[in-house]
């Protein structure tokens, strides 16, 4: 499940349209948001924020990480324990994919319009962050984080995340970020309401 | 110039040198001011020099930390640099080129210098020579390149241009190393510094940090090389002796320690040129090491815990600095030619020479008073045109400088300067030299100076020079 804030802001709509009417058992304003700021950087997107734990089991998904425009796009993804990305190359170039974390991978090298998938089932201890390079442009940089639940959120460039659909409970927050570490913070989600974490990063 | 004419004609000849060597000395470049860095922060010129090139504390902090801001993040550097390599690949060394960066406009700077000339000098047969209201528009421009390449390599290059009277250009490449900073240990610990460079033996008391323009003879331009010692300045002598280095060819190791120590120890080529192609005149290699520190203002490094307040104004810095420093040179099997008095040949080598100094630069406010001393001494042997030894004579010359430097508003800043040698030759006279400058910024990076220059021995020789500066 890949984090997608359009459609989160959308949920924002129908929840202060619709309100009790929402069928969903955790929509009812169980929305974790916040902010993080980046220490020193030129831009705060690409911070992950998730739920540590989560009880019950999480169904993996399907998402792509594209090369276009030499970059992998998005720049950082989460995908739950299990999921596939499909790694797709839309530049006229040749690209390659590998990581040289966790299991280490090299999927091969592929034309324009081609692309290779890639099943994320080995992480043993959550978060488990995969760098994403290209051999051929060794400029380009991406990163797959893999966690145990869908409930997390990848913050934009002023630093704003927000995690959806959160059961009522108690929970720790974790950060994730390439360049910066952030201390974990607990969290009380109640039902039809909102909760704010911030995180500050730094080195 | 002098070696030539015996001892006869030498006093007046070097007095001629001294007024010569100080108009040419402008020439004398180190490291100035350096716009690529203004574009690549988007910032000021007046971040880093009170008036360009003299730096102020801060500026001294981003050169000593390889030309960057001290504690600088990401967010400060305005211009993006390109990536040579995702960060990723250090964990692939080996097994994959450790990645770096360039900047990604190309960090290229100009330096153009327009002067107006009126100089006066005693001749040798006492007469003395005139040239005034002469243009020398352009005298000279720098094109420098200087920047980062990824977290812990820096460079530096710097080619001048000198349009000559009879329109040829010598160019003469001044500067062009590069450093690898803090490569392990503590930040600012360790710096490597490998190429032509301005050594930092000498930092603090050469053009980056003092505003009068003329290069300081007395330290840097003096001849130590006679037959009794040195006599006065050198002039363009070829191979050329050495006072203290303005440039080295060398690899030089600095760092500084908590804030308010540096150290420095490099080595060098020493003499040069050689024979046979060779920049270096023999196979020794010049050692230099200097230690300094800081007392109150801004650290070295650019730290400001130790003040209690930090002063709004850019060139202030109240702080005491103080330094002392060796150079030892060898100069075996490097011939300087000589005619003695009753017209026989003679070579010199000066086959130890020895520098020590000391320097102080003390900070009050909107006064900045710079001093260093030097003690040289040279073991000089003498040969006969079929190279037998004639004699050993050690020699021992003294020089210094102080200047005042004070800021009376933000864009005008005027100077004091006062710099003797007492020759290394007992027999002659010390020489003496006072420089006067006031300096006008128009913008941040266009300057304009009037110089005034006097022999305090032979008023005949002296200078009054107009300039204009500008970078871009």
Redesign the interface.
């Known amino acids: 499940m890949k984090s997608n804030l359009a459609s989160a802001a959308c949920l924002t709509g129908l929840v202060m349209i619709m309100g009790p009417l929402l069928v969903h058992p955790g929509a009812a304003g169980s929305l974790i948001t916040g902010t993080v700021k980046a ?4 831009t705060n997107a690409g911070a992950v924020v998730y739920l540590q734990q989560a009880p019950g089991t999480f169904p993996p998904s399907t998402e792509t990480m594209d090369q276009k425009k030499m970059q992998f796009i998005p720049h950082v993804m989460a995908v739950v324990a299990g999921s596939t990305v499909k790694f797709l190359n839309s530049d006229p170039t040749p690209h390659n994919v590998f990581s ?2 966790n299991e280490k991978y090299n999927l091969g090298t592929w034309p324009q319009g081609q692309s290779k998938d890639y099943v994320f089932s080995k992480c043993t201890k959550f978060p488990c962050a995969y ?1 994403q ?1 290209c051999r051929v442009h ?4 991406g990163f797959i984080v893999v966690l145990q639940n869908r409930y997390f959120g990848v913050s934009d460039r002023e630093g704003k995340f927000e995690i959806k659909d959160v059961p009522p409970g108690s929970y720790t927050v974790g950060v994730w970020h390439p ?1 910066l570490k952030g201390q974990p913070k607990p969290v009380v989600v109640e039902a039809g309401k909102s909760a704010v974490v911030d995180f500050t990063l730094a080195r | 110039m002098a070696d030539l004419l015996g001892f006869g004609g030498r006093a007046a000849l070097r007095a001629l040198a001294l007024t010569l060597i100080g108009v040419c000395a402008w020439d004398v470049g180190t490291a100035s001011a350096i716009p690529a860095f203004a574009r690549k922060y988007a910032t000021s010129c007046q971040t880093c020099h009170s008036i360009f090139p003299k730096l102020n504390a801060f500026g001294v902090a981003f050169r000593l930390s390889g030309y960057r801001m001290p504690k600088e ?3 400060m ?1 305005k211009e ?1 640099p ?8 250090k ?2 060394w080996p097994n ?2 450790w ?1 770096g960066e360039i900047s990604s406009a190309v960090p290229l700077a100009l330096n153009v210098k327009f002067a107006y000339v009126n100089t006066s000098a005693l001749n040798g047969d006492g007469s003395t020579a005139t040239s005034n209201h002469d243009f020398q528009f352009p005298q000279e421009l720098n094109m420098f390149a200087a920047g980062t390449l990824g977290d812990h390599i820096s460079y530096l290059a710097e080619v001048t241009f000198v349009e000559n009277p009879d329109t040829s250009v010598t160019v003469a490449i001044e500067h062009a190393n590069l450093a690898f900073d803090s490569p392990f240990g503590p930040e600012n610990l360790l710096h490597i510094r490998i190429g032509k460079m301005m050594p930092n033996v000498v930092d603090g008391f050469q053009e980056m940090q003092i505003m009068t323009g003329a290069g300081i003879d007395s330290l840097f331009a003096y001849n130590p090389i006679g037959p009794n010692g040195g006599t006065g300045l050198a002039g363009d002598a070829s191979p050329s002796p050495i006072a203290l280095p303005v440039s080295v060819r060398g690899i030089e190791g600095y760092g500084i320690i908590k804030h308010r120590a540096m150290w420095v120890a490099g080595v060098a080529n020493g003499i040069s040129p050689g024979t046979n192609g060779r920049f270096d005149g023999n196979n020794a290699k010049d050692v230099y090491a200097r230690f300094d520190y800081k007392l109150g203002g801004m650290g070295l490094d650019g730290d400001t815990g130790g003040q209690k307040e930090i002063p709004a104004q850019n060139w202030r810095d109240d702080s005491l600095r103080v330094g002392a420093f060796v150079y030892r040179g060898d100069g075996s099997h490097i011939n300087f030619p000589f005619t003695l008095a009753d017209g026989s040949a003679i070579t010199i080598q000066d086959t130890h020479f020895l520098r020590t100094g000391l320097y102080a630069s003390l900070y009050v406010r909107d006064l900045n008073v710079i001093a260093a001393y030097v003690r040289g001494n040279d073991t000089l042997s003498q040969f006969d045109e079929a190279a037998v030894p004639l004699a050993v004579v050690d020699a021992t010359y003294h020089a210094w400088f102080t200047e005042a430097d004070y800021v009376f508003y933000p864009w005008l800043h005027g100077a004091f300067r006062y710099e003797t040698v007492s020759n290394g030759d007992p027999g002659e006279p010390s020489l003496r030299t006072a420089v006067f400058n006031a300096s006008a910024l128009i913008r941040a990076n266009v300057k304009a100076i009037v110089e005034y220059r006097r022999d305090l021995r032979h008023g005949e020789n002296h200078s009054l020079n107009g300039v204009m500066r500008f970078a871009f």
């Not at chain 2, 390109?82 to 690949?89: N, R």
Request: hydrophobic residues 35%; proline residues 13%.
């Open positions: 220490s020193g950087l030129s040289p974390d760098t390079l060794p400029e380009m940089e360049k | 993040t990401e967010e550097v993006k390109v990536s040579l390599g995702a960060p990723a690949y964990k692939l994959a080129v990645p």
